[in-house]
């Protein structure tokens, strides 16, 4: 049975064409899909890469900065327009219920009653919330364990993942900065997703630079948790002048600081493990 964990979009806030917002999907060898953070383009990124909207089983969200939840709406009124059978489930930090209220039921009264007027049935259009106010496991279903951990950003409440399987262990950061608890968390990790916004010396003049990881940043907690191979994502620094090929140059700067397999994520990358 194969574990797989594809990046739907490694870009950030502003419309870098080559990038789609924050998306990961991990498949597990149930079958079971889940989209951890939703994205722009997240959804025809999705399709592109030959998963159907409604294929999605589980939502995970680290937070609710809109670059990494604004295709969450989409996706769940593509997914019930194509037929979704049941209610989508979905986890995120305090605010996600009102959130998915406010951006499909309410900005979408209108488009839905059309539908349903001329024939469409509303079911499909359900999606449940667990809040996931604190830290621990999460979901499990069989050998596969699920755990978060809070991390500080911006002032948000804020999630970083964890995966557990028989013998394999897969860490999912937010936008987040350090945090000494990551290396016991992360311990091990056979693959660890983990944001690089940008360098510290174009960070380092920005108000919110403070928020995010840099290849230092990463290569200490690469170093301190054991993780064997280390996949970057949510490059800010490629969206502004001079900021051409920086991924590369900060994947490099980790390989340098930690001698792990380090690589710049791209929209589309595919990572997996057939021994599960």
């Known amino acids: ?33 889940l989209l951890f953070d939703c994205g722009r383009c997240t959804v025809g990124n999705l399709a592109r890469l030959g998963f159907a909207a409604e294929s999605v089983s589980h939502v995970f969200l ?22 979704r059978a049941g209610p989508l489930p979905v986890y995120g930090p305090p605010g996600t219920g009102e959130f998915l209220e406010h951006a499909v039921r309410a900005a979408y009264a209108r488009d839905i009653g059309s539908r349903v007027a001329h024939g469409k049935s509303l079911d499909g259009l359900e999606w449940t919330v667990r809040t996931l106010a604190a830290e621990g496991t999460i979901a499990a279903w069989g050998n596969v364990e699920i755990s978060v951990l809070r991390s500080s950003h911006a002032g948000l409440h804020n999630l970083n993942y964890r995966i557990d399987l028989p013998g394999r262990r897969i860490g999912i950061t937010s936008d987040t900065e350090p945090d000494p ?8 990790a056979d693959l660890l997703v983990c944001e690089c916004s940008g360098t510290s010396a174009f960070l380092g ?4 630079g403070g928020w995010h990881m840099t290849p230092e ?11 064997r191979e280390v996949v970057l994502k949510h490059f800010v620094v490629e969206d502004f002048p001079g900021g051409e090929g920086a991924a590369e140059a900060m994947a490099e700067s980790v390989r340098r600081l930690t001698g792990a397999e380090v690589i710049a994520g791209c ?3 595919r990572w997996s493990a057939d021994d599960v």
């Open 1 to 33: 049975m194969s574990l797989s964990l594809t990046l739907i979009g490694t870009g950030a806030v502003r419309a870098n064409p080559a990038r789609g917002g924050p998306g990961q999907l991990l498949e597990l060898p149930d079958g079971r899909r």
């Open 62 to 83: 680290t937070h609710l900065h809109f670059d990494h939840v604004c295709d969450l709406p989409y996706l769940v009124l593509l997914s019930w327009n194509n037929g």
């Open 181 to 188: 608890r990551f290396a016991e968390f992360y311990r091990n």
């Open 205 to 208: 003049d920005k108000p919110w």
């Open 217 to 227: 940043r990463v290569a200490a907690l690469v170093n301190d948790a054991a993780v």
């Open 267 to 269: 929209d589309g990358f």
